[in-house]
């Protein structure tokens, strides 16, 4: 009978052993997606509002002046667009003085 009571402990001994770190691997794997999944989403609304700023400026440009702006450069000196280079390139391209710019925002690889 104590032999049985010392397999069983022991048992219960190596299920804990195993079972503990495998939950606490799990809950850091679980925490390093959660953060990487938030990282990622705060990339995707830093592009968004960077193009959405570029656009407000450039109707708030035609508002005032009548004109979309005839090119980038335009709209970082005369409404203070800032834009980080090393992060993000700007596709802007302008067909005409009345006509709304074509503007594409992507994120330089890393």
Not at 24 to 51: C, I
Not at 64 to 88: M, S, V
């Amino acid at each position: 009978m104590i032999l049985m009571k010392k397999k069983k402990g022991s048992l219960v001994g190596l299920i804990r052993g195993l079972l503990l770190p495998a939950v606490a691997a799990a809950v850091l794997l679980f925490f390093a997606a959660a953060l990487n999944s938030l990282d990622d989403d705060r990339e995707t609304e830093s592009l968004r509002q960077l193009e959405e700023a570029l656009r407000r400026s450039c109707v708030s440009c035609y508002s005032a002046e009548g004109i979309y702006p005839p090119d980038l450069e335009y709209l970082k000196k005369h409404y203070g667009i800032q834009i980080n280079d090393k992060k993000y390139t700007v596709h802007y391209s302008a067909f005409a003085e009345n006509l709304m710019p074509d503007i594409t925002v992507l994120e330089n690889s890393k």
